[in-house]
Structures are given as structure tokens and as C-alpha cells.
């Protein structure tokens, strides 16, 4: 647990039911793995689909995997009604994406009222072995039920 | 032109090579629309499938096209028989990735015999008006033919 | 000109007097070079008490110049009675800090009511020579009169 | 402890010799408070000085300790003779820089032959109350005693 206390309790349905809406979920494959106050684990399987020219699964998918984590991570603290954007990340990636399953770990660092810091890592499973691949950084805004546009 | 002198002539067929190998990049559609000496582009339409919750291409498509231009745009200067990786980026999301397609351009700023550092915009197009939607800061690490992992 | 209206147009005075206020720039001897609506430069003289151990201007110096150039840039574009506070940025550090003089050049890439994105990179002036010593992507927030804190 | 075994066993004395030549360390008062395989901390103590308009420590400033940290836990698992550099970091501060003192604690996540991946937050100490007020991301490169240059 991080000691965040939610604002909306009903959190764990918010998020899961706002995953459900995202189209790119389903066609990579991802999984909402954990959603608690402050916290999400997003998963997938390798699939050669979605790799690069070196047979890794490519870094614009770890970076998608942490993304969504983190925005989940951060949605999760937020009001009832809100909805949450990604501003900006970093992601330093580490080790080859290499594995059969890949799941970003996403913690929130500091949450505000408009601006929510996240620290979200990616690890791969790779015959039991679980490898970090990857840490991003990432600020995610919360935008009230009525705004319809970044900002 | 961006007024660097490549060390491989040949780059253009290796860049295209290179693409062709990448999975994922027929799984979004993405296609290589330019290579220069120092940079890149690349281009993909909307679909449906690539989108988040709201109806726009997700933050993690967006990254992986102008991660995959920058890292281009680095190959394009690297010697024969050099591979290129991702070390890490940061990209900030300014407006919502609405539109009919989308192009990433990636330059490089600093070429380095072992890192590379590239700019990577990436532009929606939306009934003829271009708008600016993510500006990325990458870093490209070159690997000689006969390294096979990170570092 | 960046083809930015500035919503305050006294924005240079109030640009000025805000640079006067911060201690650090006295310090380091940095001064304002520019103001334009949208746009700062920011300039220092190499001093060796700002050196790291090999002699070059230390990176958290470099970052400063940029990091200042880019507040005044966002702040250049914001409403009477605004302040401006660095959310978050990166920097890449491409060559040695090394000349007589440094200048950071901000510009602002998307203004908006809450953030606003800068993109500023520092030159340095050695012998009549400029090298493009780093270039940060930075997010600015823009924060009403009456509130006190981050967010 | 990080788990990390040194490449050196002097590390200690070598981080701390290479801190002694840091001139700005000098100049900001900072100073090192701890050196472990991986790991560093660093210390400050306000000073009006180094402030911004607000009366908060600089964001230059929260950043230079943060770097330099991050720097050093990097140096002290690379060889004897190696010197080090930072390549680039992103840094998201999260509070205002308010406090007695402040220290950076950086800690490697991921130690390469070329490239070291490093984590740094720094905390405000305010009447005995600490507070994250920053966290930074940061990729150092090792360069080895024959390279007087970046890359």
C-alpha cells in the first residue's frame, strides 16, 4: 500500500471500467493486473506482432504498458469524474525487452489536484526469471468531468 | 538537410532494410515517408484500434512512431554495420492525437560515435490543418555489428 | 517572433522585475539577455567557482540557465498577476560546457491556461566559436496570483 | 546496501577525492554526507543565495544536487581511472524547496560497462519533518581514463 488515501471509493471500478474503453488494450493484448489507491500493474504477453528488428518486444509498447499504468496509478487517487491525460515521460530503457510476459509496475509519487507524479518500471518474465527493463517518470493531469481538451 | 556528412552511403537501403524488419510497424500501418542524412520520417493513419479512452491515438503510439523516427534518423549516421537502440526519451504530449493521420520528423541534434541525440516532433494532420501534437528529446546508443545486447 | 499574443502587454517589465527578484541569477552572474513574447535568452560568463572536477561549467549550472530561460519564456506568455513554476524538464548534455560565455535560448512550443512546454537549449561562446552545449524540454506551470504552492 | 559489488575497492576514497575538485560543490556549500556501492548522498544547507523569486531554494540548485548524487553512485561501481559524465536526466519537482537542508539520495538502477542508469530524490528537511520535493532520472556514462571528451 502507499498510504494514499483515495477520494473516490468506488476507485477500483472507475479504473477497470475506463480500461475497458481503450481500444489499444485489446489489440496488444493487456491486462489490468492490480489497481489499488496509488498503485496499478498492467500485463501482456509477448507477441512477435509487436516487436522490433531485433525480436524484442519494441520500445514503444514498454513505453505504452508503463504509460497506461501510471495513468491508472494516478486516475485512481483522483475525484469522481475526473479523467486523467498523460502530460509528459521519461522512460529509460534498460535491458532488452525479452521474455514471454511484461508488466509495468506503476506507484504514484506525489498526487495534486491538477498534476500527478508517477514512478512506473516494466519487468519482463522471462522462465521465471523477472528481469527491470525499464523506469519511467511520468505527469499526468486531471481534467474535471466537463473539460473536454488537454489544459 | 541537416548538414551532416553520413559515414555509410549506403544508409538510405540499410534504413529501409532495417524498417522493413520491424513487426510493429506493419501492425500499426506505419510507413517510412523520408530518410535523409540526420533524419526521419514516419507516418501512420488513424485506426480505431490504436486508440485510448477517449477516442485519440494513445500516448504510447505516439512515442513509438517518434521513438522509431529518431532512432532512424541516428542509424542514418551511423557506419556500416552498426545497429541502434533506444536508451532512453522524454516526450511531452501537447494536444490531443485527433486527426486523419500522423508524422513523425526526428533530427538528429548531436551525433556521437557511441551516443546520439535526436528531436523527434510529431505533426496530426486533420482536414488539411497540421497541428503539433508531442515533442520528444531521445538518446540512440550505436552498437557495432558484433554486440548483441544493450551497453 | 514565435507568433505568440501575449495576454499582458507589459510582459517585459514584469518579466525583468521577476529576474531581478531571484538571488541565484546575482550569484552566478547570470543576466537577462532577451525578452520576447514567447521567448528568452538567458547569458553567463564562464567563472571557475561554477566548474565541476574536469573544469567545464558544472551540469546543474548549464540546467539553471536553461531552466531560468524557459520560466521567463512560458512566464512572457501568461496573464497579468501569474507566476511561473517549473514542473519538470530534461536536459541532455551533448558537449563539454567549455568557452568564455553561455547563453540558454528558450522558445515556447504550446502555451496553455495550466502548462505551458519550452523547449531551450544553451550555446557556448568559446573564441568567437557557438557550440550547442544542451537542450532541455521543460513544462511550466502557470499559477494565479492568490495561490501559494506547486500544482 | 544495493546489492552491487564494486569494480573498485577504493571507491570511497576516489568519489570522494573527485568530489573535493568540484569547485560549485564549494560554492553552494554542499557536501558529501555518504558513499556506498551504488549509492550517494549529498547535503545542503539553505542559503538566500541560491534562492528564486519566491524564496525557495532554485530549481538549478534542487537539480545540481540531484545530479551530482547521481553521478557519484554511478562513479563508485566503474573501474579504477574511470571518470564520469552525465549524458542527460529529467527531474520532475514535486514540492517547493523549503527547508533547513536538503539531500539528494541517489541510487543505481542499473550499472553497464558504457552506460549507468540512476535514480535521485531529493528531500527537504523542515523542524524534523523530510519531504520528497524532487525525484530525477539520469543516465551517466563512463569514460574511460584516456577520453578527455563526451562520447
Redesign the interface.
Known sequence: MTGFTPKDPDFHARVSA??A????M??IGARLALVEAGRCEISMNKR???????GFV????T???A??AAGYAALSLMPPGA?V????????????AAGQSFTARAEV??P????T?V?SDVWADNDGKRT?IA???A?M?CLAGNQS???
Chains 1, 2, 3, 4 share one sequence.
Do not use: Y
Not at 474503453?21 to 489499444?24: I, M, R
Not at 495534486?112 to 498534476?115: A, D, V
Open positions: 475506463d480500461f474503453k481503450q481500444a489499444l485489446r489489440t512477435d506482432d509487436l516487436c522490433q528488428q531485433h519494441h520500445a514503444g509498447i513505453t505504452t504498458l504509460d497506461t479523467e491525460l498523460s502530460t509528459e515521460f521519461k522512460i529509460n530503457l534498460m535491458n532488452p509519487l506525489k495534486g489536484r491538477t498534476l507524479v514512478r527491470l523506469s519511467m517518470l505527469t493531469i481538451a488537454r489544459q
